[in-house]
């Protein structure tokens, strides 16, 4: 190796580290920045590679490991006033005429796709299967009749906001969705994204344990702990659906977003609403009176008109999912107190129960109301728009 091709601050027997700070493909956060023992051997400006080992100024024993990844440079200057996104896309290129790029974005992709399965990818399987696990073989089963399932405690502690049965079914849809989750992060193309990586983190994993408890505590009755639970579980979901929408790619396609966002929005939509009930259940155990009872339900049904009215505010067709969700909890609720249980008759007055039912109709009418239009524009503008470009 040449002085020419060693980085400034890199020379024979020199410990300091170079003033060019490299990048590389990191196992856990995607891209991380080079140690500066590393040496380079450029081939081309801007962009190089290891050393070899014969002409490295490193130690010999040092860790061979040390010497892989994908590295490039993150200085802003690379020469020819392009910038640092555009050469980078025109160096990896020209190094694999196979290869073709969109943008930066795209050739970090491919990178990235290079990478190992993380910690990370590991623990969203396991926490997934644990999850699925503890509910349907506590939670549905009821472990063949040694525990109350969640609908026979459900039965039996109904309040005004409880959902109707059917609506319940959703839980089919979002485990249906996490598992393609799980299954997509697993490969090449996705484990290494930044929505995966730094979005998702170990937010997944908190709400997966997060949910396992509930589930247990939920089951014994126990409702001040499995409320906490739930608690914990949302707070884990909206910090995770917001760290995704920072970490998002410029250019994400629909494809990505189904299997790697979508999940986590219809998620966090229908524990929003099992918290609501979960707070008005605890109410009830705690032996309020009807009235406070009767506030708790207000209180619950208008977080959850905020929530909806927050996402639909969002300025991205993305965030119609939540909204919906509530429509869906909305019209549930109405429909659970056409008929209402034993319980709920004997605790509460006639007008009390019309009048929230008429509230939750109202609701998802109000709601939809928004809903609809925007999702009708949308689809127009997508399928019914025509584009004109300029050659």
Same mark, same amino acid.
């Given at each position: 190796?040449?002085?020419?091709?060693?980085?400034?601050?890199?020379?024979?027997?020199?410990?300091?580290?170079?003033?060019?700070?490299?990048?590389?493909?990191?196992e856990e956060e995607g891209i991380g920045l080079v140690s500066g023992k590393k040496l380079f051997s450029p081939t081309t400006p801007g962009f190089g590679h290891l050393a070899d080992a014969e002409n490295s100024s490193c130690d010999?024993?040092?860790?061979?490991?040390?010497?892989?990844?994908?590295?490039?440079?993150?200085?802003? @200057?690379?020469?020819?006033?392009?910038s640092t996104d555009?050469?980078?896309?025109?160096?990896?290129?020209?190094?694999?005429?196979?290869?073709?790029?969109?943008?930066?974005?795209?050739?970090? =992709?491919?990178?990235?796709?290079?990478?190992?399965? %993380?910690?990370?990818?590991?623990?969203?399987?396991?926490?997934?299967?644990?999850?699925?696990?503890?509910?349907?073989?506590?939670?549905?089963?009821?472990?063949?009749?040694?525990?109350?399932?969640? %609908?026979?405690?459900?039965d039996t502690h109904r309040t005004l906001i409880t959902p109707v049965d059917w609506t319940h079914w959703i839980w089919a849809v979002i485990y249906a969705l996490e598992f393609v989750f799980v299954v997509a992060q697993l490969f090449p193309s996705y484990r290494s994204r930044p929505v995966v990586l730094q979005g998702v983190g170990y937010f997944f994993v908190y709400s997966c344990l997060a949910q396992i408890a509930w589930t247990m505590?939920? @089951?014994?009755?126990?409702?001040?702990? @499995?409320?906490?639970?739930?608690?914990?579980?949302?707070?884990?979901?909206?910090?995770?659906?917001?760290?995704?929408?920072?970490?998002?790619?410029?250019?994400?396609?629909?494809?990505?977003?189904?299997?790697?966002?979508?999940?986590?929005?219809? =998620?966090?939509?229908?524990?929003f609403v099992e918290t609501a009930v979960n707070f008005s259940?605890?109410?009830?155990?705690m032996g309020l009176s009807e009235g406070e009872q009767l506030c708790a339900v207000i209180v619950s049904l208008g977080l959850l008109l905020m929530v909806g009215s927050l996402f639909l505010g969002?300025?991205?067709?993305?965030?119609?999912?939540?909204?919906a969700v509530m429509i869906w909890a909305f019209v549930g609720i109405s429909v659970a107190l056409n008929r209402p249980s034993v319980q709920?008759?004997?605790?509460?007055?006639?007008?009390?129960?019309?009048?929230?039912?008429?509230?939750?109709? @109202?609701?998802s009418i109000v709601i939809a109301a928004v809903l609809v239009p925007r999702l009708a524009f949308i689809i127009f503008k997508e399928y019914f728009t025509i584009r004109i470009s300029e050659h």
């Open positions: 190796m040449t002085d020419q091709d060693t980085p400034a601050g890199s020379g024979s027997g020199s410990s300091t580290e170079p003033k060019t700070p490299y990048h590389r493909l990191d010999d024993d040092e860790d061979d490991s040390d010497h892989e990844g994908v590295f490039f440079l993150r200085s802003g @200057s690379m020469g020819g006033g392009d555009d050469m980078l896309v025109d160096i990896i290129g020209a190094g694999n005429n196979d290869n073709t790029y969109d943008g930066a974005d795209d050739m970090r =992709h491919h990178i990235m796709a290079t990478s190992r399965l %993380s910690l990370r990818n590991g623990l969203n399987l396991l926490a997934f299967g644990a999850n699925v696990f503890i509910h349907y073989g506590i939670g549905v089963w009821g472990l063949n009749g040694i525990l109350p399932t969640i %609908s026979e405690v459900t505590f939920f @089951s014994f009755c126990m409702f001040l702990i @499995s409320f906490i639970c739930q608690a914990t579980n949302l707070a884990s979901l909206c910090f995770l659906i917001i760290s995704q929408f920072l970490s998002q790619s410029r250019n994400e396609g629909r494809l990505e977003y189904f299997l790697l966002r979508f999940p986590f929005s219809l =998620h966090i939509g229908w524990v259940i605890l109410s009830q155990h969002a300025n991205t067709s993305k965030g119609l999912v939540v909204p709920i008759k004997d605790e509460f007055d006639g007008t009390i129960i019309a009048g929230v039912r008429a509230a939750s109709l @109202s609701f």
